[in-house]
């Protein structure tokens, strides 16, 4: 069964600092490409960055280049995503997904 699971969601304040987590099980974590995507309150979804298969290629929206890190730790199966300089259009709920499927997410909110 393919599992992945969002943690690390939670209440910030514009400017803070988030670190999300995404366990994986059921498929070839370590070959396969992840990415972060995001749905904000009334929006569809939005990729946020991706990760190839061992960590060696990155990529990112513009609207979180320079502040979000992917990386990931294959002997673990887990995904990250660090979220600094967050600000208030941060705000969503963030999901891991790979082709073989997505998490249930953990929300984001960034307010004062």
């Known amino acids: 069964e393919v599992r992945l699971v969002e943690s690390g969601g939670g209440l910030v304040q514009p400017g803070g600092s988030l670190r999300l987590s995404c366990t994986a099980s059921g498929f070839p974590f370590s070959s396969t490409g992840m990415s972060w995507v995001r749905q904000a309150p009334g929006k569809g979804l939005e990729w946020v960055s991706s990760s190839s298969s061992r960590g060696g290629v990155t990529t990112y929206a513009d609207s979180v280049k320079g502040r979000f890190t992917t990386s990931r730790d294959n002997a673990k199966s887990m995904l990250f995503l660090q979220m600094n300089s967050l600000q208030p259009e941060d705000t969503a709920v963030y999901y891991c997904?790979?082709?073989?499927?997505r998490g249930q997410g953990t929300q984001v909110t960034v307010s004062s």
């Open positions: 997904r790979s082709t073989y499927g």
